[in-house]
């Protein structure tokens, strides 16, 4: 390694090291010696520095949530002293619901999420008062369309037509499925008790019974309401 990428100098209480791999690095130890040692990489060996090789073995978790936040920095120029911290502790809130959301799902075998996902929900959860979080789902929001508007009770086109036996194949209510998964329901019972209906809401895109239609499209928490 050529001698300007290695430097070190030394202070009254310890050593300080500067050493230049991608970027330049700057370490001050007062317990490490300014030596290289060699280290395996991905590709090729590498010398390091000791200070930087016990630095990248010991680091926890303050790290990572630092790096993380590095990725999409909020810092905006304003005369409103609030507004940094504001935003700071915004993306920090961001990281740690990052964490452990991916956490919750992995041990339900559900697909994991990233931080600009989380950071724009959340940000839409801030001004917009019809998202609510639905722990059943994949995606964070659920959005309230289903409140608004206008909505028809009509057949499915997809199950117009009759099976073998001659009759109209069905399909589970939503609502009905929904309230007996909260209820803790194992799924040989949901489905032993299941409700079969032929009809949906159209503009939804959802297959409601004739008794689940106006309490998914007036309740906003249809599962407990």
């Not at 019809?130 to 929001?141: E, M, S, T």
């Not at 997809?158 to 009905?176: F, H, L, M, T």
């Not at 489905?191 to 009809?199: A, F, I, V």
Request: with cysteine; aromatic share 8%; charged share 30%.
């Amino acid at each position: 390694m050529p001698a300007d990428l290695f430097q070190n100098r030394q202070r009254r209480k310890g050593q300080l090291v500067q050493w230049f791999d991608k970027r330049e690095v700057v370490t001050l130890s007062t317990f490490h010696q300014p030596q290289l040692t060699e280290t395996i990489g991905r590709y090729e060996v590498k010398e390091k520095p000791l200070a930087v090789i016990d630095y990248i073995k010991f680091m926890s978790g303050v790290d990572h949530s630092d790096q993380l936040l590095s990725y999409f920095p909020m810092r905006r120029r304003s005369q409103e002293l609030w507004k940094k911290p504001f935003f700071r502790l915004l993306t920090l809130v961001g990281v740690q619901t990052t964490i452990l959301l991916n956490k919750h799902r992995t041990q339900h075998r559900r697909r994991r999420t990233n931080l600009a996902s989380v950071l724009k929900e959340v940000s839409v959860a801030l001004v917009d008062k019809d998202v609510i979080y639905d722990p059943q789902a994949d995606n964070v929001p659920l959005p309230m369309d289903r409140l608004k508007g206008r909505h028809f009770l009509s057949m499915c086109p997809n199950i117009e037509a009759s099976d073998s036996r001659g009759k109209k194949a069905q399909r589970r209510c939503k609502v009905c499925a929904d309230r007996a998964k909260a209820a803790g329901q194992t799924p040989t019972e949901r489905k032993n008790k299941r409700k079969l209906t032929t009809t949906w809401c159209r503009e939804c895109k959802v297959r409601l019974c004739l008794d689940c239609f106006e309490i998914y499209h007036t309740k906003r928490d249809y599962i407990n309401n």
